[in-house]
């Protein structure tokens, strides 16, 4: 049964057990499940003493392989929800003995042969012997070729010496991450190819077990020795270990308890978590490892509660979006529902306007001056709302003009402004920013043309379209705003923009709610525009390039591509944006943007990554492209924006 | 005109000179061309005054670009085919000066497209100015993707420190090919995207030079300071020079002469070579740089000439082919044709059969003792030739069993039995010997069913399946067979090969005649297999790991892929084979084999190459797998055989 609730969570988290070799199959998950309470058993399939070398001479080829059970001892559903194959632990591909190497292919492909046959979902692969891997990735491969919706999920320890300097020289691995990487770097990234992590009772730092969250993470296998004991001789694990479990809650990887008991607990002892009324467990004999799936079940359900917003995304987790293509099409009314709802958005932009409304005319003046303000692209209207609610808090007297392009929207605008009783102080006017002519200048100019990566949607465009009519010292709100980045881990987005197989989807940016990503250096900003643009109207192309450092203690990392953010100054001190270290709190209306890389980048442990973005502007649209110039050169990424670019 | 003749030789080898900026291109080309005997002038498009930032204050928009005379000043052809166009060499688009910067895109767009206009064949991109170059590798990236046919020449000084261990810490680019390595890598291998080599007065280390053969180079351009001066006041070049220029006259790389005079002919001196007889030499002025032109024709001219057997396979250089599959399909005659000509092929097995013959009958018994030999393959018959011509140089009493599963072959082989009177020794067997029930045994079994890679052609599987009817004792020519691999550049082929635009060709090997190509390292053994095959038939699935160091002083180099080869021992000391370093002189029957790299590998100078093969069998199928685990983990290529692989 799953490990009780966490309020707001729908998914269930999963327990399993990591069992011996039992040939009576339809006892071991009696034991394990019904009266322990996991959820699954990690089962060897086959008898550990086989060997197919040996085999061949023994039975004259009329003998069964030693399997676990046949597939009649449980039901199909039984095999398929309760059981992930563990393949024989004494195999080695990568031997310098033939013989081993050919046993273990044999059995190897055997074992994968008999769990595909009884339908599970996982098998569980042991970890490499050695460094090298490339026969066992070979092998590993060729299955997967040909594999039914089994995942593979290989067993990783999470080991990595921190201190490299002293092995520099040694043969010895030090980060267990490399060699995953190099296995699923052989095998293509590919999608069934996933991990199990051994979790030890010592833990790498944080950014190098960071990394980990970048990947195909599926399970991770807490042996009993990893576990402390607490005062009343209970088991429990390390702060840092309850983090690091945390994460595995969040990021849906199931937990595998592993080993021998290791904790006598005191006799007559209650469960530490009462929520398994199991009616089976007061007769048979308790098993020894329900402490430790108690511990687990109470650290998932002490956490925090999903905040209300992270609950309405977790649908939109790791989900590639087109961006919008605001300028060329026109907005759904489902769409301005969405974003109009984010309310700490406009609180910013009511605090923007006033604060320039009070520098525009002073408070002695307020009753006869009247300020221009001018929305340009209303929309449905909140920009207009909030300039009027900043007018009201200041007591300045207003007149506004809004702005929009989208005709469909000015038909709401027209009934907002009857039901409102605005019709006095707004005037609509339907038209494109760009085009319009303005019948007097504005004083202030505000607008919410900004998308996830700041001026992907084209807002230095409009405005320096709608600058025309800004006076010489007139304000536009936003005043500026900043693009950045920053390199990340994300195997999960890499795989789903290479089902498409092409290039245009690897030179596109994705809207995406960031979540099975390892960040793995601080941002840094790229592009900047300013508003108005002035003296001379500069243009809107770019060139940046970066240089990032990645932290020496997250070891070697991947980098699947750049997760983007922006940052707006509305104006003087009120800003408003998504990059990580100063986004705004609870704002809603972006997520972050993604570039991706054709071929994901290895970066040396310690080493730097070069990058450079370009902003380029054509006659009928703006494209980036991007490029990655050390450690290695990509091709230059969306050249001439042929496969992705935004229509002026 | 072109230079000279060099016996044997189809192609022509141009000549042309690197000119001033002069508006007047007729004179230009007249004084070059007809009066130089120069073949082409590289000629400065525009004014390298001209700068598009103050061009806007000056002229309003009226004024023409300031380029180098109308198209109506040549005839079209005149263009096309005795212009390269010059690009401005003050361009920096990787200064920190952005008005620098946008000057340098202007106008290399602007020349580029003129150059277009004029359909120039070709133009000289000039050096990137630092050690960055990702901004003018994007900018010509952008123009590669709506070029017309013209190449694009980015000049590169020939430039290599060999102390690396000095600079290792400074930004100084030691090494030339890096700099070039990152600028096409940025533009994605682009076909159009060429090389013009500054060849300086000292030359890197011969390894170092050896890379540039395997890439996409067009010119060579020498300066006349890179020129010695003979004794009788002359210029002339370096042995290493010579010896460089001979290599660039083999693979069709034009000659640029470069610079001003700097050597003062004696007066009244006549040409180095006298085969330049213009009538307008007389009377107009001498061209200074005509003694270069000469002193490069006469290098021409005094090449070897081409090799009969070099001359025939030119149109096969770096022409890639499928490999036979000669099991599941006949060859046709003109295969057999062709094959049947390598008399140094059959020579060799002639003496291996001697050798065998003496071995298995001594002397004094050789008029009573008859040797069963039987030719597995036989096609149309030439080693039953070779049988009976070795029994008749040994004296040995012989029985000949020719066995043939092609019946288009057998066809022939009955005629040629009946039109050499050999009925009496000669039986022929139409059936793949796979299946062959044979009357008695074999003490010699003869075979030739190798491919470029040795086993690629299934040798093995057919002579295990032949090998039921050898005495126990008895011999197979060959005896044994092992292939061979090295690293290789080979850009070429690689652009070849990605034209496909898919993963099943870059997971096919091909047959090729290798030249554009630069060998990275020495081979090394790949596959060994012996024949009988005992004393229990051991598998023919194989796996090696291999690891290539490439010489420290070549520096950096990128690997397209693999060259492969084989060498057989036919019997004792008679062998036979292509690898490079002990290949049989003059034999023509194979081409080299190419296993390419999906992507290509760059590896760091004095780093090494790990690359693993492995040789699979199914039921009705061998394959190869193959991929690189150091510097960088390739993906494993054509898993399962899924791209490419030899019918059974």
Redesign the interface.
């Known amino acids: 049964m799953p490990l009780g609730e966490r309020s707001g969570d729908k998914e269930s988290r999963y327990c399993g057990v990591e069992t011996e070799f039992n040939d009576d199959m339809p006892q071991l998950l009696s034991h394990s499940l019904s009266s322990a309470g996991f959820d699954f058993v990690v089962a060897t399939l086959m008898d550990p003493a086989y060997r197919p070398s040996l085999m061949q001479k023994d039975s004259g080829g009329s003998g069964a392989l030693p399997f676990a059970g046949s597939d009649l001892v449980l039901s199909p559903s039984q095999w398929s929800s309760h059981v992930v194959g563990k393949i024989s632990s004494w195999i080695d591909l990568d031997s310098d003995d033939e013989i081993v190497?050919?046993d273990s292919e044999t059995t190897l492909k055997q074992e994968i042969a008999w769990a595909s046959h009884l339908s599970l979902q996982a098998c569980l692969l042991p970890t490499p012997k050695g460094t090298?891997c490339?026969?066992y990735?070979?092998c590993v491969?060729?299955i997967l070729?040909?594999l039914n919706n089994m995942q593979l999920w290989l067993r990783i320890p999470l080991l990595k010496t921190d201190d490299d300097s002293m092995d520099v020289d040694s043969n010895n691995l030090v980060d267990s991450w490399e060699l995953w990487?190099?296995f699923r770097?052989?095998?293509?990234h590919h999608s069934q190819l996933s991990i199990a992590l051994d979790v030890l009772s010592s833990l790498p730092s944080t950014n190098s077990l960071g990394r980990w969250f970048g990947e195909s993470v599926r399970a991770a296998i807490i042996n009993t020795d990893s576990f402390l004991t607490n005062a009343r001789g209970y088991p429990c694990l390390s702060k840092r270990h309850q983090k690091l479990i945390t994460g595995f809650f969040n990021h849906a990887i199931q937990i595998v308890i592993s080993g021998k008991q290791v904790h006598s607990l005191p006799k007559g002892s209650t469960d530490l978590a009462s929520n398994h009324n199991d009616s089976s467990s007061d007769g048979a004999q308790r098993h020894p490892l329900r402490p430790y799936l108690d511990y687990v079940g109470f650290l998932y359900q002490r956490m925090d509660p999903l905040p209300e917003q992270e609950r309405f995304e977790l649908g939109y987790r790791d989900f590639l979006q087109s961006p919008l293509q605001p300028l060329m099409d026109n907005l759904e009314a489902q769409t301005y529902e969405t974003f109009e709802k984010d309310a700490v958005k406009y609180i910013q932009y009511q605090r923007a306007i006033c604060k320039a409304l009070q520098d525009r005319v002073p408070d002695e003046k307020a009753s006869v001056i009247t300020t221009v303000l001018m929305v340009v692209g209303a929309g449905r209207g909140p920009l207009v709302r909030a300039s009027l609610q900043a007018a009201e808090e200041t007591g300045r007297k207003l007149k506004v003009f809004a702005v929009e392009k989208n005709p469909n929207a000015v038909v709401t605008l027209h009934s907002l402004v009857k039901l409102e009783g605005w019709e006095s102080i707004v005037t609509i006017v339907s038209c494109d920013m760009r085009h319009w002519d303005a019948p007097e200048k504005a004083d202030i100019l505000v607008s919410e043309l900004l998308g996830s990566f700041g001026d992907n949607e084209l807002s230095p465009e409009c405005l320096d379209g709608a600058q025309r009519f800004l006076k010489d010292d007139g304000i536009s709100i936003p005043s500026s705003y900043t693009s950045f980045i920053q390199p990340v881990t994300a195997s999960k987005l890499y795989n789903d923009v290479k089902l498409h197989k092409d290039v245009v989807h690897f030179e596109t940016a994705y809207v995406v709610k960031l979540h099975n990503v390892a960040r793995l250096a601080p941002t840094q900003p790229v592009f900047t525009f300013t508003h108005p643009n002035q003296p001379t109207m500069k243009?809107n192309q770019r060139?940046k390039?970066l240089q990032f450092e990645i932290p020496s203690d997250t070891g070697s990392a991947m980098v699947h591509g750049f997760a983007g953010y922006f940052d707006a100054t509305l104006y003087k001190d009120v800003h408003l944006g998504i990059e990580p270290l100063t986004a705004t709190p609870n704002m809603f209306s972006w997520f972050a943007i993604f570039f991706p890389l054709r071929?994901p980048v290895?970066v040396c442990a310690g080493s730097s990554l070069e990058v450079?973005f370009?902003r380029c502007c054509g006659p009928t649209k703006v494209w980036y492209?991007w490029?990655v110039?050390s450690p290695?050169?990509?091709?230059?990424h969306n050249?001439?924006g042929?496969s992705y670019w935004v229509g002026l």
Do not use: D, V
Not at 632 to 636: M, R
């Open positions: 190497r050919m090298s490339a026969n990735a070979r491969n060729q070729q040909g990487n190099s770097m052989l095998c293509e243009s060139y390039k071929t290895f450079h370009w492209e490029g110039t290695c050169q990509s091709p230059i050249s001439n042929r």
